[in-house]
């Protein structure tokens, strides 16, 4: 008698770049909660807004006040001196404009992941080749990334998706993700990240074994979101960003000054 044939590996879907209006994003996260448990396309949904881990401390409270059937994970866009790195699975504050390697190795003190975003591009702050190269080469494990966006909404109409595919699995061999950066609702999941499991805690397990792959959806839906948001979201984000960071680094100093 044959032994009975295991069940067929289930994947899930993970959006690990997401943005509230706690940041430059146009969308509360109970809005975009909303959004994705109706269109249940989601099994995990990671808020990251930039330099700043309040944004997804509020979406966890919101997120527990649900009865969603997603998962959420909380985290950061942290701006480093080399461009922006996502900090996952984190709840506290990692500091900005720091070398890059220091920021890794703060993200996994934090029991974090740390994954790079849209590599090589050239509209916003991203991490290069060359650094990445370097900071692969330090003999210090803690300093390493995990993982690498190689689906991103802002890559479509450039070669650097292909570009830093190539390189990584030529050299680094981080894991592959994908990630909307999505600043409104109605682009939550146009990029997401592919992965054995269905929960946040599959998910980390899949980064950490290289088991995911990235995948862009082939249309964003700009219609819908209408020229008006889309040029306030614009403005949002040349004063929200800055002015949070400037603070708090202000804040830190006070902190410091009163310790002293």
Partial sequence: MSEPSSPATRFGRADLQVHTSHGDGMDSASAIFARVEARAELDVVGITDHDDVRGALEAREAHARGDYQFDLVTGIEVTTLHGHVLALWVDEPIASFKRLEETVAAIHRAGGLAVVPHPFSLLTRSIGRRTLDRVMRIEDPTTHLD?????????????????????????????????????????????????????????????????????????????EIGARRLVLQQARGLAVTPRKVIGGRIERWRAARQQA
């Fill in 147 to 223: 993982g690498i966006e190689l689906a991103n909404p802002m890559m479509r109409g450039w070669d650097v998706g292909e570009r830093a595919a190539r390189a990584n699995r030529e050299r680094w061999h981080l894991a592959e993700t994908g990630g909307s950066d999505a600043h409104f609702r109605e682009t939550v999941g146009t990029a997401y990240t592919m992965f054995p499991g269905r929960t946040a805690a599959e998910l980390r397990r899949a980064i950490l074994e290289r088991s995911t792959s990235g995948v862009l959806v082939k249309t964003t839906p700009y219609r």
